[in-house]
């Protein structure tokens, strides 16, 4: 069983919808990373979070240390917000991945 | 500032040949990580480097080696090639081991094994 599981694996939105991704995780972390990967391979890092609440632009990030549970939001997504969005998690010197969400954001 | 830099881009190699990947980190950064991507699997953590050290390595047989150079350059050298090594390749660098830094990732190297 994968120490971080992410919902939805797919998830296909109209322009202008909010999106949740959800990440749970069963072990004891240091750190969770919100990633961005476009097609072609890129990985862009999008948030480090170890309590509470970060914001960037349209996307906000949350996590709830107790319930070992993250969300990431974006409010009015936009076809360039098609992307697979990974949750990793810090525990000691390495990061655990979820498998990702594929995000189809569509005009 | 130049970000992280991984080379080559593209590889294609025969079973059974080994191969060195290389990453150079962001000037400054002295943790360089490795990860492995495939469609099956995901990212999976292959080893972490600081300071010339290994602090950590992942499930992975011993046919996936690394090392870090003084300079915090890194390569990761896989022998004996398979045809399940076929991924990406990606590092990440980082200014340190704590847990309150960031991770840049490269571009990665995309492996091919025939």
């Known amino acids: 069983k994968n120490e971080v599981e992410q919902s939805p694996q797919n998830l296909t939105a109209q322009e202008g919808e909010f999106i949740t991704i959800n990440c749970s995780y069963s072990?004891?972390?240091?750190?969770l990373h919100w990633l961005q990967q476009h097609p072609g391979g890129g990985i862009v890092s999008l948030f480090m979070?170890?309590?509470g609440k970060k914001k960037h632009g349209r996307l906000i990030a949350t996590i709830n240390i107790q319930e070992k549970h993250s969300s990431l939001h974006i409010t009015a997504s936009h076809p360039r917000d098609s992307a697979v969005y990974i949750c990793?998690?810090?525990?000691?010197?390495?990061?655990?991945f979820g498998k990702g969400t594929s995000l189809l954001v569509t005009p | 500032k130049a970000g992280v830099t991984q080379t080559p881009r593209y590889l294609i190699k025969t079973r059974g040949q080994q191969v060195t990947l290389s990453c150079s980190p962001i000037?400054?950064?002295?943790?360089v990580s490795w990860y492995q991507q495939t469609p099956g699997q995901g990212l999976q953590f292959l080893f972490e480097?600081?300071?010339?050290?290994?602090?950590n390595k992942g499930n992975f047989p011993g046919r996936f080696s690394g090392r870090q150079f003084s300079n915090s350059r890194s390569e990761m050298n896989v022998s004996t090639l398979e045809l399940g090594d076929s991924a990406l390749y990606l590092c990440?660098?980082?200014?340190?081991?704590?847990?309150?830094?960031?991770?840049?990732f490269g571009s990665g190297t995309r492996l091919t094994v025939v």
């Open positions: 990440a660098s980082s200014l340190d081991q704590g847990s309150d830094y960031g991770y840049t």
């Open positions: 072990v004891g972390i240091s750190a």
């Open positions: 979070l170890s309590s």
């Open positions: 990793a998690v810090r525990s000691g010197y390495a990061l655990n």
């Open positions: 000037s400054g950064h002295r943790s």
């Open positions: 480097y600081f300071s010339e050290t290994q602090r």
